[in-house]
């Protein structure tokens, strides 16, 4: 199989392309910087711009699927100039691939697109799984529609269209881990808000299994890119804390306090959301790291 990739060289896509490769399966990536091309056995990198509308044809030459990872980081202060990046990194560079494939003979069966978990209501109480029809009147949730209706557009070409709407990805290669680990370290480590709030994470190499089962699979429709078991902000703080063996004493850290700091973004520090991952469990999907405490044993221990 042959698989196009775009953001490759980010933390979710290197570690994709990483496993492909071991799988045996040929990879083509897209690049706005033309010093990441390269050209190798079974890996080929080429030049898009989606802002100028610019995109290497030959990118599609023998490819069966596409993997859609691109977007611009959620985790810098949201101005009002950075959101539109953030909705149009997601958007513009899946309709560029549209017209691409519109107008260009291909052989392209599948498309895999990266989603975001903000689209579901807030609940401390409420478990939500993908026939949730309720949305969440906010920023980000208006981000995920546009993101997962700029998948949806490619049914029209008779390509089946999967999207995984990720959680808090555990990695210690970036994310969100290592912004939560840091304080823990250094001895200032608290909860956030009341601590209540749901987290529902992955392990990174959870996710990345995930894409190449929806890729060996031929998978359609929406699923929950999340473990089996979500737990609170504290539960994951402390877990944090046991296994870097560090102490928690300060007080949980308040709302308006990290809205000062970080403005608007630190939504993604209070928001709670507990999902199910029921969906990809009976599709067959297995997980590795089903519980915290062997997810953070085996990045940091």
Known sequence: MKILITGAT???GSELVKLLLAENHSVNYLTTSKSKIESKPNY??????????????????GVDAIVHLAGANISKRWTNAYK????????????LLYNLIRKTPNQVKQFVSASGTAIYPESYTKVYDETTVETEDSFLSNVVKKWEESADRFQVLNIKVCKLRTGIVLSNLGGALP????????????????GKQAQSWIHINDLVQMYYFALENQLEGVYN????????????TVAIAKVLKKPLF????????????????????????????????NSGFKFEFPKIKEALNDLYV
């Open 84 to 95: 539109q990046e953030i909705i149009e990194s997601r958007t513009l560079s899946a309709e």
């Open 44 to 61: 080929n990198g080429f030049y898009w711009n989606p802002e100028q509308g610019k995109i290497d044809e030959n990118c599609l030459f």
């Open 10 to 12: 980010g933390m979710i």
């Open 250 to 281: 300060l007080p949980n850290i308040p709302q308006f306090i990290m809205k000062l700091v970080l403005g608007e973004m630190s939504y993604l520090l209070f928001s709670s959301k507990n999902l199910s991952s029921e969906k990809i469990q």
């Open 225 to 236: 890119a999340v473990a089996p078991n979500p737990i609170s902000n504290k539960e994951l």
């Open 179 to 194: 912004a939560l680990v840091k304080p823990i370290k250094l001895g200032f480590g608290a909860a956030m808000g009341s």
